[in-house]
């Protein structure tokens, strides 16, 4: 059994920062990559950034620029920096995780956080 608890969401006003980190616990041989998705009322879910394990980053076009995906492997854990936040960016954050529990990689998700940014 694998957890993924997010925290670090809240409310903060336009052009401001957040730090949302995502720590990934349980029966863990090895973490692929870890990601972080968005997701508002009525769309599909997507893709903010994604991180390999070996460090390689790719970001949404929304984000590039003004987001940073890091994380800390002896942690388990995957942070996403926001800086310059937009109302826009106000959605329910959710984390990723491609892990090896056993043989074969699954995917795992966190329960959410979420951001509101206020204009």
């Known amino acids: 059994q694998v957890q993924l608890v997010e925290s670090g969401g809240g409310l903060v006003q336009a052009g401001g920062s957040l730090r949302l980190s995502c720590a990934a616990s349980g029966s863990i041989r090895r973490i692929n990559a870890m990601g972080w998705y968005r997701q508002v009322p009525g769309k599909q879910r997507e893709l903010v950034a994604v991180i390999s394990s070996g460090g390689s980053t790719n970001y949404a076009d929304s984000a590039k620029g003004r987001f940073t995906i890091s994380r800390d492997n002896a942690k388990n854990t995957v942070y996403l920096q926001m800086n310059s936040l937009k109302p826009e960016d106000t959605a329910v954050y959710y984390c990723?995780?491609?892990?090896?529990?056993?043989?074969?990689?699954?995917?795992?998700w966190g329960q959410g956080t979420q951001v509101t940014v206020s204009s």
């Open positions: 990723n995780a491609n892990v090896v529990a056993r043989i074969l990689p699954d995917d795992y």
